[in-house]
C-alpha cells in the first residue's frame, strides 16, 4: 500500500506539536507498516521552511522513510481543473492551487492519504482514502 502525506502531519512530527504530533507519528508508523510513504513535490516545498538546509530536510524525510514523488502534467491539469470548478463555484481564495496538486497527487500515485485536513479533501477529493 502507497500513503501519501500532508503537510501538516509531517510538521506534527518534525517540529514537534504536543496536540496533534502522537496522533500523527502513529499514523506514519502504520503507513510505514502497511507499505511505502510518499509525499509530492508540493509537499517537500511547503517542509523546506521549517529546516535550515535542505540536507537536515531530506535526512528528516529518510528518518521517517518517506520519498519524495513528483507530479507529472496530468497530475497538475487534474488538480487546476478542481480548483477551477472550487473557484466557480464560489471558493474562498485560502485555498491555493497547491492544495488541489496535493490532492491531485494523492489520488494518482497512492492508495491512501494522511491529513489532518480531512474537510477540504473529503469535498474536492472524495475519492481519496484519508486516514487522517
Given amino acids: 500500500m502507497i500513503t501519501a502525506v500532508d503537510t501538516s502531519v509531517l510538521l506534527d512530527v518534525f517540529l514537534p506539536d504536543e496536540r496533534h504530533g502522537p496522533t500523527s507519528k502513529e499514523w506514519l508508523v502504520e503507513a510505514y507498516d502497511a507499505g511505502a510513504i510518499i509525499v509530492s513535490h508540493v509537499v517537500y516545498a511547503e517542509l523546506a521552511p521549517a529546516f535550515p538546509d535542505r540536507e537536515a530536510l531530506d535526512r528528516a524525510l529518510r528518518e521517517v522513510n518517506v520519498v519524495v514523488s513528483p507530479i507529472d502534467s496530468d497530475m ?6 478542481r480548483w477551477g470548478r472550487y473557484r466557480q463555484s464560489g471558493g474562498a481564495r485560502d485555498r491555493i492551487i497547491t492544495d488541489f496538486l496535493i490532492g491531485a497527487h494523492a489520488v494518482a500515485a497512492c492508495d491512501r492519504f494522511l ?12 475519492e481519496l482514502d484519508r486516514n487522517g
Fill in 115 to 126: 491529513t489532518r485536513d480531512r474537510g477540504f479533501f473529503a469535498s474536492y477529493f472524495p
Fill in 76 to 81: 497538475a491539469h487534474e488538480a487546476g481543473r
